[in-house]
Structure formats: C-alpha cells, structure tokens
C-alpha cells in the first residue's frame, strides 16, 4: 500500500487545515497516511526532528512518499540524507522549503535566529539525499512573507526539483486563508501511478 508521512513545520501541528485536507483527499485515493506530530514544535531541531522521523518511518520503500511543509521540508530531506545507500522512496512533495529565510519570517528575531541557525548551516548532502528519489516537487509562493523566492532555484539546482510557484499563498497557512493544496494532491497522484 502506497504510504504518506506529513511532517508540519515550525510552531505547526497536523491539526492545520493543509494537512487536514490533503490527508482526507489522499485516503480517498487509497494511501495510507500518518500526519505526524512532530517533538518540542515551537523549536525544532535537528537532532530531535530526524531521529523522530527515523522512528515513525523506520523501513520506507519506493511505495513511501513524504510531504513536508517549511522546516518540515528539511526534515525529510535530512532525513533522506540517513539513508542506506540502496533505499528507493516513491517521492516527496515540499511546500514552502527552505535553506534561508527572509527577515520578515522572525517575530522574535534574537531567539528564532538561534533556532533557524543550525536548519541554515549545516551543510546538507545533496548528491545523497537525491540518490533516494527522483520525484521532488516543491512548491512555492510569489509573496511568502518566510521563504525567499529565489530558493526555488536552490531546490530545481540541488535535487532537479519540479517547481511550482503558486500566486498569493503567503507560507501556505490559513493566515494566508489557505486551506488546501490542490497542487500537492496531484503531485502525489502523479509521481505514484
């Protein structure tokens, strides 16, 4: 059975209507998905975020497919990164990744700052990590307020990523009045025919 792990972001929870939403649309194509809820979410760090997935997704396989949303986009690339060599993963789709973030994303910026650093600094091993699959979709927006526009081309460079860029969505939250990703939906039902 094809099978969808959603890791939320920063601050998020599986509770938010995206994943709400996109859970629901994925059973009724016959997934099995497990949103999780991801430890101490109000500061992530990776040496919690990875280990938890590790965990909750111990054997993945070419029917396992990963959705992340901010922070949660790098989680699951990390998380690739751990990998044996000859594992093979369906795909994953990353709505609003990044490596870097734009001011505006910092509400506290002496305490974020701290917990952004390590997400932005430590190197990631990209040649690995895209060894696992080739289907990355990340998926952007024209005004988020978190994620500069120009990471899309870090993630079409570093992993040959298909990028969308979607108009007016802000960080995909519902503080943008966004409660659905259609794009994402077909993004899975595409890369797992």
């Not at 870090?154 to 943008?176: Q, R, S, W, Y």
């Amino acid at each position: 059975m094809k099978k969808v792990y959603i890791i939320h972001g920063w601050g998020g929870s599986p509770e938010e209507e995206i994943h709400k939403w996109i859970k629901k649309e994925l059973e009724s194509h016959d997934f099995e998905v497990r949103a999780l809820v991801m430890p101490n979410t109000n500061t992530p760090q990776i040496e919690e975020w990875i280990p938890f997935l590790q965990q909750q997704a111990p054997n993945p396989d070419e029917n396992t497919f990963f959705l992340g949303h901010s922070v949660g986009c790098q989680t699951v690339l990390r998380y690739l990164e751990t990998l044996p060599e000859k594992t093979k993963i369906g795909g994953a789709v990353l709505i609003a990744p990044w490596k870097t973030l734009l001011e505006k994303a910092y509400e506290n910026p002496d305490e974020e700052k701290k917990i952004a650093r390590p997400w932005m600094e430590t190197p990631s091993n990209w040649e690995k990590i895209k060894t696992h699959t080739d289907n990355f979709v990340a998926i952007f927006s024209d005004n988020d307020f978190c994620v500069p526009l120009s990471e899309k081309e870090v993630f079409k460079k570093k992993l040959g990523a298909k990028i969308i860029t979607e108009h007016d969505k802000g960080h995909f939250t519902m503080e943008n009045n966004v409660d659905k990703v259609p794009s994402a939906l077909n993004a899975f039902l595409e890369m797992s025919k």
